[in-house]
C-alpha cells in the first residue's frame, strides 16, 4: 500500500501518522517492523529501496515511513525514486506499507507530488476554521468526557486560531484543571470561560506580543527578562517556543496583506481566517517589520523547531539564542 500524508495542518496530518503505525502494528503484533527515514537528514535511496524490498525466509510485515521526502530531494533524486515505485507496485500491499509524509503542501508543479497524488492513497488536511475548528476542539473534549461553553470557547479559538498544536496544549490543560476542580465539587466537567481566561494563552500572549515590541526595538535586556519571566513563571520552554513561532506567523498572513498597502482588519481577518483580534494586534506590530525581515525570522524558527524535534539543540539553548541573535 502507498499513502501519501500533507497539508497546512500538521497537528492532525501527524496524528493521522501515529494512527496508521499503530493500527498496522495492531494488525500485525509481533509480525511487524517500522522503518522511518528523516528525509530532512541525510539519506540514501538505495536505502530507502532496499527496505521497501527487503524480505526473508519468513517474511516481516513492513511499514515505511519517508518523511518530508519531497522537500528534501533533488529532482534526480525524486525521478529515481519515482521510476523505481512504478517498476515496483506489485510489493505494496496490506502487510507492505509505504507512507509519505509532508508537513506542509508541496510546490503543485513538483513531478513527484504529482506522481504520488496519481498513484497513492492520499489525504490532504487543510486549515481548520470557523465551525469546523469549533467542532473539532468539541469533539476531541468529548472523547474525553468533557464539554466546553460557548464563550469559553470563542475566547479559546481566538487565542489559539488555527495552531492546532497550540490549542490541543490548551485544551489538555483546561481538561487536568476543570477535571480537578469539578471533581472535588461533583460538578459536571464543563469549561467555562473563566478558565480560559485563568489558564489559557491570554497572560502568555500578552508576554509574547511584548517581546516581539522589545525585539524590534533592539531591547534584547527586555526581551530576555520577558522569556526568563515566562519559564519562571513554570511555562513549558517548548510552548514558549510555539508562542513565537504563532505569533510570527499571525505576523506573516497579516503582513502579506498590510505590506500591500490593505488595512481593512475585518477584510483580512476574513482572508486570512484569522480572528479580528488577531489581525488588529498583528498591524500594531507590522510597522516594525519588513516583509523580507519577517520571511527570514520565521524560517529561522522553522530550523531551530527542526533542530529541537530531532535533540540536535536543547530547547532553552534555542530560545536564549533566538533572542540574542535577533
Not at 182 to 211: G, M, P, R, S
Amino acid at each position: 500500500m502507498l499513502m501519501f500524508l500533507y497539508g497546512e495542518d500538521d497537528f492532525r496530518s501527524y496524528e493521522k501518522l501515529k494512527e496508521i503505525k499503530i493500527d498496522f502494528e495492531k494488525k500485525n503484533a509481533g509480525f511487524s517492523t517500522a522503518v522511518f527515514f528523516d528525509c530532512e537528514e541525510k539519506f540514501s535511496l538505495e536505502k530507502i529501496k532496499e527496505g521497501i524490498l527487503s524480505s526473508g525466509l519468513f517474511s516481516v510485515n513492513k511499514i515505511i515511513v519517508l518523511e518530508n521526502f519531497i522537500v528534501s530531494a533533488n529532482p534526480e533524486e525524486k525521478k529515481e525514486l519515482a521510476d523505481f515505485l512504478e517498476k515496483k507496485t506489485m510489493v505494496f500491499s496490506e502487510s507492505n506499507v509505504v507512507v509519505f509524509y509532508e508537513k506542509n503542501v508541496p510546490a503543485q508543479n513538483d513531478r513527484f507530488f504529482k506522481f504520488l497524488l496519481s498513484r497513492a492513497q492520499c489525504l490532504n488536511f487543510q486549515k481548520l476554521a470557523g465551525v469546523s475548528l469549533e467542532r473539532w476542539a468539541q469533539e476531541r473534549l468529548a472523547k474525553r468526557g468533557m464539554k466546553i461553553e460557548k464563550k469559553a470557547l470563542n475566547k479559546l479559538v481566538a487565542y489559539a486560531g488555527d495552531d492546532l498544536w497550540q490549542m490541543n496544549n490548551e485544551l489538555e490543560k483546561l481538561e487536568s484543571y476543570v477535571s480537578e476542580e469539578d471533581a472535588e465539587k461533583n460538578f459536571e466537567k464543563e469549561i467555562k470561560e473563566e478558565d480560559v481566561d485563568l489558564l489559557t494563552t491570554a497572560k502568555i500572549q500578552v508576554n509574547i506580543f511584548e517581546t516581539v515590541e522589545a525585539l524590534s526595538a533592539g531591547d534584547k535586556k527586555r526581551a530576555l527578562k520577558l522569556l526568563y519571566d515566562r519559564l519562571r513563571a513554570g511555562d513549558d520552554p517548548h510552548y514558549v517556543f510555539s508562542m513565537y513561532v504563532y505569533q510570527f506567523r499571525n505576523l506573516l498572513k497579516t503582513g502579506a496583506y498590510y505590506f500591500q498597502g490593505i488595512r481593512d482588519i475585518y477584510a483580512i481577518a476574513r482572508q486570512t481566517r484569522q480572528h479580528p483580534f488577531v489581525v488588529k494586534k498583528a498591524m500594531t506590530q507590522l510597522g516594525a517589520f519588513s516583509w523580507q525581515k519577517l520571511k527570514f525570522i520565521y524560517r529561522k524558527l522553522e530550523k531551530i523547531d527542526r533542530q529541537v524535534k530531532t535533540g540536535k539543540k536543547d530547547i532553552l539553548l534555542a530560545l536564549d539564542q533566538f533572542v540574542v541573535e535577533f
